[in-house]
């Protein structure tokens, strides 16, 4: 059963267009919501989080927003840059990022000049 | 430089032949933890160790073992290794369960003929 679930599997976008990942869960108890930027051949580092007292993170070009009621997360990446191509995995966890993550399956972006 | 190694990065073994993946961390963190990257799963938890000699299960367990004896090591251990377990595997560690992101590891990839 997968608990939080990804889409799209992958996205193709041009530079400087936005970029839109979303993830839905199903466990209420989860109360961290990071998502990890993964390039190939490397770990997954973490990009952005959210916990669910807040609608919206925003860093850089890179914003969560939170739906809490329709337990809902999306990563929005602004102004997308072909240096942004890359797997990102949202997840979450309960009390906090050091915790288990449960991960989405993953997103694999391409930005295009 | 602060950071979670692994070795071998690349492993071709068959199956039966016990092996051992290594992880150190140099950030004295408490937790660390294990996970398998599958196409089409995201990354699943195998094990994590709150502190020495403080280890659990996560989702998928079977087939694996690991120890902590040191902090700072938290080593993967297949003692009979089968097809099934081919994957990319990477360690992870954070302040403590409940604070600080993951950090993780540059991954090994094993594959089991």
């Known amino acids: 059963q997968q608990q939080v679930k990804q889409s799209p599997q992958s996205l193709i976008v041009q530079k400087g267009g936005i970029s839109i990942i979303n993830c839905a869960y199903e466990n209420t108890a989860f109360d961290y919501f990071p998502w990890y930027q993964q390039f190939p051949g490397k770990g997954p580092a973490l990009l952005i989080a959210?916990?669910?007292?807040?609608s919206e993170k925003k860093e850089g070009r890179f914003t969560i927003s939170f739906n809490k009621s329709a337990k809902q997360f999306s990563l929005h990446i602004m102004d997308s840059q072909p240096g942004d191509s890359a797997t990102y995995f949202c997840a979450a966890s309960v009390g906090g990022g050091g915790n288990k993550l449960t991960f989405g399956t993953g997103t694999q972006l391409k930005v295009e000049l | 430089e602060a950071q979670v190694t692994q070795n071998p990065r690349y492993l071709i073994t068959v199956t039966g032949k016990k092996l051992t993946v290594t992880c150190s961390q140099n950030m004295n963190h408490e937790y660390m933890s294990w996970y398998r990257q599958d196409p089409g799963l995201g990354l699943r938890q195998i094990y994590y160790?709150?502190?020495?000699?403080?280890?659990d299960k996560g989702d998928v367990p079977e087939g694996y073992k690991v120890s902590r004896k040191e902090k700072r090591n938290f080593p993967l251990i297949l003692e009979s290794p089968s097809p099934n377990q081919t994957s990319l595997y990477f360690c992870?560690?954070?302040?403590?369960?409940?604070?600080?992101?993951?950090?993780f590891g540059p991954g090994t990839r094993l594959t089991v003929t």
């Open positions: 959210i916990r669910p007292d807040v």
């Open positions: 992870a560690s954070s302040l403590t369960r409940t604070g600080g992101e993951q950090y």
């Open positions: 160790s709150m502190n020495v000699e403080v280890t």
